[in-house]
């Protein structure tokens, strides 16, 4: 058996929810909350301490994508959807609202679990994604600070592009700061001066 997970449910239909919820307790999973609707789900203090976010919906509206939208914004979720009925238009708006895993007419008490597992493991390979993007965004924009910073100290220093680098760098060292927040300071005095 795996790593028992905290669940959200989201379920309009009560017979169906208690079917799943077992299904779920069957494999040694705890449904935290459940829910009717995913009105509600933003500003659930279980979504904090939930694994999954599971949601059975007939027919998913625009609503439950924003709500899902919101959720990925805040508090990123694996997010399983089994839905009764979809087209083209609707299997995009849950790529789109960080639906993880996305059944059409198939909810089968023993093909749950490993929807989960592959949806959890979308999730994780997603965020590593997001992150190694935002780190790279990151690199680039201290990157750019430090150039502007480089060229307004050869400008107004008449110094080299090395000797502007040299500059920046003997400041971080002597004040204990990182290079680019020395590139920021540097840039934001030359904006007052300017």
Do not use: W
Request: proline content about 2%; some cysteine; overall charge negative.
């Amino acid at each position: 058996m795996g790593i028992a997970l905290k669940i959200i449910l989201i379920d309009e239909n009560a017979g169906r929810s208690a079917m799943l919820r077992r299904a779920l307790q069957d494999k040694g999973h705890d449904v935290i909350c459940r829910m009717t609707n995913s009105s509600q789900l933003q500003d659930s203090n279980e979504l904090t301490h939930a694994d999954v976010v599971i949601i059975n919906a007939d027919i998913p509206d625009t609503e439950v994508f924003a709500n899902l939208t919101d959720v990925n914004k805040t508090k990123p979720k694996p997010i399983v959807m089994f839905t009764e009925e979809s087209d083209t238009d609707m299997a995009n708006s849950a790529i789109k609202s960080g639906v993880n895993a996305y059944i059409v007419d198939g909810l089968e008490e023993d093909r749950v679990q490993p929807i989960i597992d592959v949806a959890m493991a979308r999730f994780r390979e997603f965020q590593a994604l997001k992150d190694e993007l935002d780190a790279t965004r990151n690199q680039l924009s201290e990157r750019k600070a430090v150039e502007k910073a480089k060229g307004l100290l050869m400008k107004h220093k008449n110094v080299n592009e090395d000797e502007a680098y040299q500059s920046l760098r003997k400041m971080a060292m002597d004040k204990n700061r990182r290079i680019v927040e020395v590139a920021e300071s540097v840039i934001n005095a030359f904006e007052l001066l300017g």
